[in-house]
């Protein structure tokens, strides 16, 4: 759920390139345990990643959901549509990870608003771990 | 797996997952991933909408296809350093839904330099249609 308290994200009030987010997050041992249960299949959850590595897309969620909601006031009834994830580096328990969102697009398409944000997350030395784009129709 | 080719042991096709979406595990994912917008998590709310329930996550459904990839690979490692997923939602996922992942290798690669070997990929609703549908390059080293 959206941070009320933020200032409102609106689709004319973003730009490209504007830099939405440039935020640090902590990876603990709890979240990853937290998230595998979270996704866990009626088959034991055995991706067959060692103990103490976060499941592959586990980073997307400190982009939009976790960090861009709680930094600003994000209308409800946003459709996601589509979405890219790279990994370019395992994430471990006790990582600080640097998220950075930006907004790659907007356009307006059959009549509906279109935002693509571009999410870029790296180690505290700058080494890039993830990116990710998020396709959304945006609320009206 | 069937169709392995000889000389990489890429499969043809990768382990298939199928399970039961229900809303605890919305609710569930909804509070570590903050993705708790009404339409998943609220059923008053959502009862509401044109979508008329709640539905499941993007995201969520998203993690659980590359959970289906990271358990078809011998080297998942070698995914989370090199791997893509990509993506589009066709349609909305249900609580009580049986969902399957899948995931077929295409006959043309993708993967620059031919380090990569591609896949479709695609998560079947209750009546078989794609809610999900899209691809994955994964590293050949994550295989064999």
């Known amino acids: 759920m959206s941070n009320p308290e933020a200032p409102d994200l609106t689709f004319d009030g973003m730009a490209v390139g504007d830099v939405l987010v440039d935020s640090t997050v902590t990876v603990t041992a709890e979240s990853i345990a937290q998230f595998r249960r979270s996704i866990a299949t009626d088959t034991a959850t055995l991706d067959g990643l060692e103990e103490g590595y976060a499941p592959p897309t586990m980073a997307a969620m400190w982009t939009v959901p976790r960090v861009m909601f709680r930094e600003w006031n994000v209308p409800v009834g946003g459709i996601h549509a589509r979405q890219r994830w790279q990994c370019t580096r395992p994430i471990r328990a006790g990582s600080a990870l640097r998220v950075r969102i930006s907004l790659k697009e907007k356009y307006v398409r059959k009549d509906r608003p279109w935002v693509v944000f571009e999410s870029r997350l790296s180690d505290l030395d700058g080494v890039d771990v993830a990116c990710g784009e998020m396709t959304v129709v945006w609320p009206v | ?144």
């Not at chain 2, 069937?2 to 509070?31: C, D, H, K």
């Not at chain 2, 991933?33 to 008329?52: N, Q, R, Y």
């Not at chain 2, 459904?61 to 090199?82: C, K, N, Y």
Request: charged share 20%; hydrophobic share 40%; aromatic share 6%.
């Open chain 2, 1 to 144: 797996m069937a169709g392995m080719t000889a000389e990489l042991q890429v499969p043809n096709e990768l382990p298939s997952l199928s399970w039961t979406l229900t809303q605890e595990q919305i609710n569930a994912y909804a509070e570590v991933a903050g993705a708790s917008d009404p339409i998943h998590v609220d059923p008053e709310f959502a009862k509401e909408t044109p979508l008329g329930g709640t539905i499941g996550q993007g995201f969520l459904l998203f993690a659980v296809m590359a959970e289906q990839i990271t358990r078809g690979l011998d080297h998942p490692e070698s995914w989370l350093s090199d791997g893509v997923l990509d993506i589009r939602f066709r349609a909305p996922a249900r609580p009580g839904d049986r969902l399957t992942m899948r995931a077929v290798r295409m006959a043309e690669e993708r993967g620059p330099n031919d380090q990569a070997a591609t896949y479709e990929v695609w998560c079947e609703g209750p009546d078989g249609q794609r809610l999900i549908d899209g691809t994955t390059d994964i590293p050949l080293g994550a295989f064999g």
